[in-house]
Structure formats: C-alpha cells, structure tokens
C-alpha cells in the first residue's frame, strides 16, 4: 500500500521526519518497503513562462520560444507542443535533467539548425497523468523560476506491506492513528460532514441476503458534473498508483484509500426498480469492469436490479452501471459484506481487486454512516449535486467484545516490564475502551483481537519491541543429545542419496486443484477456504505438483529433467511421508548410432528405486516384484515392490499417456514412488560399525540358464536361486533372456551368474556339485528346467 506525506498528515499533526516515520512504522508492525521522493525525479525542472513563440524557420510543426525562468537571459526552445504560445506559464526541463517518462537526459541540441536550451513537458512526459496532447499549462500566479516540484507539492511516498490481519490500516487514517499512538504527532480522525438530504432517495434499496450483505446503505445525488477530479485528488492517487479516471471513480477509490472503505457508484439512468443485495442465480452472468463476463453461482452475494446483476458484491461493480462523463444522476452504496462470503466468491472466480482484500479481512462494520457522508462530500465538492435522504437496508455487526484484562500478563507474556498507567494510554490511543477494572471494549475494526494476548501484542508493539530483552533459552550442561528422529534420519539420507544420483530436489505445494487429484484417483481432504481454488485438495499423490515442475521446466527449453521430492500425501486415514521422482525426456545426449536421444525407461525407474531402498536401509534382497502400479502407470510398463504380497513399499513405472496429456507432457515420462512409512525400520546395532574383514579366499561364480514359463516374473527365479544356500551363495544376477528359435513356444530362457563365496575351506568339486543341485532343485519348484 502506498501513500503520500502530504496525505498522512491530513489525519496526523506531525513534525516528524521521513526518516523518523520509517522507523516508527516499522517498529510498531507496518514494514516499509520503500520511500520515494518525487522531488527527485522532477530535479531540473523549473516553473518557466514564455515570452514569445514564433514559427520554426525550417519545420512547419515546431515552434521557437523564448522562455524566462526568472534569472539570467531567456533561453531558446523549440517546442511542438499545439498549445504552446506567449504568455503561458509551464515546465521546463534545463539541460541535465532526466525526463521520468523515459529517462532521457535532456541536453542542449540544434533542431533543425535551431539550438533548444531544454524541453517544456507535458503531464504525461513527468509522470503526472496520461494527458499528452500538449505542454502543461500552470495558473497565471506561478512563481516563475521556482522548482517544480516544491510547487507541484511533490511529497514523500512511503511503501508499506500490511500484515492479512490489520484491515484497519488498510487505509491511511487507521496507519496514522497507530503512528499517533507511538508517540508521532497526534491523531486527526477524518472530518464527516453533516449532509442533509434535500430530497427521499429515489432509489429503493434492500438486502435479501442477510448472511453475504447484513447491511446496505445508500442515497442518491441529482445533477452532478462528472469531469476530472480535482487537482489535489489526482496529486494523492498517483502517489498511491491509482490511476484518476473521473471524479465520481476517483472520489470512491479516495475514500477506500483513506478510510479503508470501498464503495460504489452506479448511473441511476442505468437501473430499472429495486436495487438489492442478494445471492446469485446458478448460470447469472455479469459484465465486470474490467470487461470480463462472470458466470455467477448462488453462493456468490450480488447486487442486482430488475433487469439483472449489476455489481459482484464487495468485489466488482458491473459494466452496464458504470458512471460515464455524460452521467448526471448517481446512486451511492454502501454495505458491509460478509468476509467468508467474498474469500470463496473472488478464488471461484479468480478475481482479486482491492475492494476484495478489504472486505475479505474485514473492514469497520461502524463507518457505514460516516463513510457514505464523506463519499457524499467528496462528490458534492467535485462534482456539484443535489443528496437525498440516506437509505439503510440491514443491521451492520456492530457488537463490541468485551475482554477482561490482566496489565501484569504484559510482562509474563510479552517480556517486557510496561506501566498500567502506560498500558492504558496505549490502548485508549488505539481506540479501545478501558474501564477501572480492566475491562477492555475493543473497537468493531479490530477483527484481529480475540482475547488478551492480542491485547498484550498491542501493547509491547507500541511500547517498542526493541525494548524487549533478549533472553537465552536454558540449556542442560554437557554435549547436546541428537533430537532427529529416525523418520527424519531416514529422509536425510535419502534426500543425499538421490542427489548423488544426479536428481534435484523439487518442493512443491502440499494442495492441488481438484482436477489434479481426480487425475490421481481423487483427494480426500479439501478445504472450506483454500488461497486458491487450484490449491483447494490436500495432494493424494505427489506425482501431480513434480508433472506440473516439470512441464513448466520444458516450457523453458529442458529437454532433460531429474526431479524428486519428499513429502506427505494426505490419504483417508491421514497422512503418509513418501518419496516420489520423475525422469523426464532424454537420459543422455544424441546417440551417434541412431542420431536420436535415448529416453528414459521403466527400467531406469526401477534403477532409481532399488538405489533408493538400498540407501534407506531396506531388505532389497527379500523385495518381491508384482503386478500393474497402477493407474497413473503404463498398462504393461510399471510394477510394485512388495515385503509379502500385501506390504507396497515401492511402484515404478512410465507414467500412463493420458496423465502426460492432461498436463501438456509431450514427452517420456516414468516415475516411481516410494511409501517411507512401510519401509522396516533396521534395528539398532550400536554407534560402531563392526570391523572390515574381506573373504580369505576367492569367491567362485557358476553359470545356469532354466527354461522358465514366459509369463514367470524373473526376479521370482533370482530370489529361489538366492535362497538356494544362504551360507554358500552371496550373490545372483540375471545376465540374459532369450525367447525364440530353440526356445519351446511359451517360455523363455533366463540365464542367472551365481556367486559362491567359501568360507574356511576352499570349494571342492563335490561342494560345487552340492550347491548346483540345491540351486536346480529351487528352481525345480518354479517349475524351471535346466537347459541342456
């Protein structure tokens, strides 16, 4: 939010300094972001008259002025400005200065064989607004010579960020009260003027949606002039970056930037009937102001007319009532929303204004009166009128909460040592009410304040947290125990393995869409009041924000991506630490032999999975492949990794075509995924690692090749050849499979290297013998033949 100096102390009586207001903003909670001075953007600019103006010798659109500025010679300029001519007063840019527009530095030059001395600007040339058809022309009483930018009433414009749970210094009046109550000036709340309506507002105004819009008040104001708003007005927007559009707009974002009140204005001749506050029609369609059409639900609160909606309540007004120069008669409203109400309609409509943020945190339910006659009154000043009677529809939630204080919880709570008496002022000065027994009214705009913690907040914050001792936490003597648990033990090591093995860490939102999580079999959890309704399902599956990663990522040009992340998926019995990768595109570089890039397999996936596990601590060895992954897989190309046939600890696979498109994947992709909580935890085997001890003697390796059902998983054969002779065989690996000529139709010959390790002894032909026919008869069992 910004605003200007020169609007602060419309409500605080101040001597002090940009620099001491800076720093008491950020000691009380406002954060400045940044000042600026527009006095230093307009340096070398200079309020100038011109003498004469006579044709260019030598270009029929140019002029040659000679210009005073109130010292020395007159300069010559040349100038093509239309409006330029003798006796005018304007601005002058002298050489050196840099024009804010374009950040030209203005130098003197020939024009046409002609030497200009500097550049007389138009509004939009210095950043003052939009005009642009001709130089600025200033009142006959500007002092000549004077810089322009202490004549303009250039002032300092402070930059702040205002924290989602203090609405009431969404606006200028309420970040002055704090200031005042810090001990910076005193506090000026804004003047209200007393308006009598000269005549019954001839609009019918109601509510009939008491829960989206308790209250609704409006008047009307006859035979108004809609032109520009007045200087001062404009001066105070663009400091703020609202653009002026017209006095009518530009009186209503002046008084939500002021007051923190939005409010509308509609073109009476616009309207036919009632107007109403009421819940929307399924299928209702509005025209915004930023000519978008809306399609409109019955959860949504809407004001409307008989002919149909004209304003989408607290967020938007509507096109077909918006106030145009040649309107002349207006109505005013406004209401107080329902902040729930405006949070779910702005994310279902992806609609974000700064009426939306207002309401949505919660504006003064008790300025209604006082914010409709300030309206009023900027108007009237601006635009001339005559006001009717105010029209009130509905009951505002006005009740004030009452909390009974304790002063000493300031020092058990917020550390610091404060007097009651201090404690009182502080309080009073934000507008709380204190009675002698530390009862504590707090004012309607304080949404935030919901017991007495808040109001110790209040408190320290306005004493100073600077004040606020650093204190150590205790700590017990002696070397600090490990407090990492043994699931937090397991994902540091995984998060290392996986980065050695060349994949990067992605971290991605725990809430996707809907449309996402049905992609992936559909969400659990959702939220009444997501920040988004594409972050509205907490994520069954992390495998739909890593796609989304990597889509953006070949948006940029990749072509190559290892991602991974570890997280939780939220399922119907709560929620699940796994890992999930995905490797996307080409494995490698261009292949010299096919000229093409290799892309990733399932192979690959299961490669990455089983690097994994090993790292993780898990019996890789007993893992038991088994069927399809999946839905989210390829039919025929993923599998799971099973301790028994009901314990998943792992699946991998190429993520399924459909998937890819739905998330405009145009590229292979495979993925895998693994469950840490179904992972066995090792049983602790003390802080030392036993001592290296190699084999004395060599290990021996033997060939087999079984002819084996095709249909036959091949890891079920490694695994009964493994447990053929747990003491003599130390390792198995499938080395080749072959189907085809020699191969009996339906099966398939896998070949297995066995690696036998003696212990005291070296192997005799006998003991080889011995483990060859224990191998064969394990195999037997799978029905698997030896091959001759």
């Not at 405006?342 to 309401?359: E, N, P, S, Y």
Request: hydrophobic share 45%.
């Amino acid at each position: 939010m910004k605003f200007s100096l020169e609007w602060l102390k419309d409500y605080l009586d101040t001597d002090a300094s940009v620099a001491e207001i800076s720093a008491a903003l950020n000691a009380i909670g406002i954060e400045v972001e940044g000042i600026e001075d527009p006095a230093d953007k307009l340096a070398g600019f200079r309020v100038a008259e011109v003498l004469t103006a006579a044709p260019h010798p030598d270009a029929d659109k140019l002029q040659v002025l000679t210009v005073s500025t109130g010292e020395g010679d007159p300069l010559t300029v040349v100038c093509g400005a239309p409006n330029a001519r003798a006796g005018i007063k304007g601005v002058l840019g002298l050489p050196g200065a840099v024009v804010p527009a374009n950040g030209m530095q203005l130098r003197k030059s020939a024009i046409r064989g002609v030497e200009s001395n500097g550049m007389m600007c138009s509004v939009r040339e210095l950043e003052l607004g939009d005009a642009h058809e001709g130089i600025i022309e200033l009142p006959a009483d500007a002092p000549v010579g004077a810089d322009f930018a202490a004549y303009n009433g250039a002032s300092p414009v402070f930059d702040v960020a205002i924290t989602p749970n203090r609405p009431d210094c969404m606006g200028v009046m309420g970040i002055a009260r704090d200031l005042a109550a810090a001990g910076l000036g005193t506090f000026k709340p804004a003047e209200v003027p007393q308006i009598a309506g000269e005549e019954a507002c001839a609009v019918e105004v109601r509510t009939d949606d008491a829960e989206g819009c308790p209250a609704f008040y409006a008047r009307t104001v006859r035979g108004v002039s809609n032109g520009a708003s007045p200087e001062w007005m404009q001066r105070r927007l663009l400091a703020a970056g609202q653009r002026p559009i017209s006095a009518l707009v530009d009186a209503t974002n002046y008084l939500m930037l002021a007051c923190g009140r939005p409010a509308h204005v509609y073109d009476m001749a616009k309207l036919t009937g009632p107007v109403v506050a009421r819940r929307a029609r399924d299928g209702e369609q509005v025209e915004a102001l930023n000519e978008k059409t809306y399609t409109l639900d019955e959860s949504m609160t809407v004001i409307a007319d008989q002919a149909g909606v004209h304003d989408i309540g607290g967020i938007m007004g509507g096109e077909d009532s918006s106030v145009q120069p040649e309107t002349t008669d207006v109505l005013l409203e406004i209401a107080y929303f329902n902040p729930e109400s405006i949070g779910v309609t702005g994310r279902k409509l992806g609609l974000a204004t700064d009426a939306r943020t207002r309401f949505e945190r919660g504006v003064d339910p008790a300025f209604l009166d006082d914010g409709l006659a300030i309206l009023t009154g900027l108007i009237l000043e601006a635009c001339g009128g005559t006001p009717s009677e105010v029209m009130r529809a509905g009951q505002p939630p006005v009740e004030a909460k009452v909390i009974a204080f304790d002063p000493a919880l300031t020092a058990r709570l917020g550390g610091v040592e404060v007097a009651k008496a201090e404690q009182r002022r502080i309080l009073e000065s934000l507008d709380f009410k204190v009675d002698d027994d530390w009862q504590v009214t707090c004012p309607p705009r304080r949404h935030d304040i919901e017991g007495p913690a808040d109001l110790v907040e209040e408190v320290v914050r306005i004493h100073g947290l600077d004040k606020v001792a650093s204190v150590a936490l205790p700590r017990a003597e002696g070397v600090a125990k490990p407090t990492a648990t043994p699931a937090q033990k397991l994902e540091r090591r995984l998060r290392r393995a996986a980065a050695a093995r060349g994949l990067n860490e992605a971290i991605t939102w725990s809430f996707i869409s809907e449309r996402e999580a049905d992609l992936v079999g559909g969400g659990r959890w959702v939220l009444d009041n997501p920040i988004s309704e594409d972050l509205k399902v907490m994520r069954p599956s992390l495998l739909p924000g890593l796609l989304s990663a990597a889509r953006r990522n070949l948006d940029r040009g990749a072509n190559s991506l290892q991602l991974f992340e570890i997280g939780r998926r939220y399922l119907e019995d709560g929620e699940h630490p796994s890992l999930a990768f995905v490797l996307v595109g080409a494995k490698g570089a261009r292949d010299w032999r096919s000229g093409k890039p290799k892309p990733f397999d399932a192979f690959d996936a299961k490669a990455v999975v089983m690097d994994l596990l090993e790292a993780a601590g898990a019996p890789v060895a007993n893992l038991m492949v088994m069927g399809e992954a999946g839905d989210v897989y390829h039919p025929g190309q993923s599998a799971t990794l099973r301790l028994g046939p009901k314990n998943v600890i792992a699946s991998f696979g190429a993520v399924h075509p459909s998937l890819l498109k739905a998330f405009d994947i145009d590229v292979p992709v495979v993925a895998g995924g693994i469950h840490l909580y179904a992972i066995p935890q090792r049983k602790s085997s003390g802080f030392a690692r036993s001592a290296y001890a190699p084999p004395a003697l060599q290990a021996v390796s033997r060939d087999f090749a079984f002819l084996v059902d095709a249909a036959l998983p091949a890891g079920d054969l490694l695994r009964a050849v493994r447990g053929a002779d747990k003491a003599s065989i130390v390792d198995a690996r499938i080395f080749d499979v072959f189907a085809g000529q020699g191969v009996p139709v339906g099966k398939k010959s896998v070949a297995v290297e066995v690696t036998l390790q003696p212990g005291e002894a070296s192997f005799k032909d006998a003991d080889l013998k011995a483990i060859s026919d224990k191998v064969v008869a394990a195999a037997a069992k799978l029905g698997a033949e030896l091959r001759g």
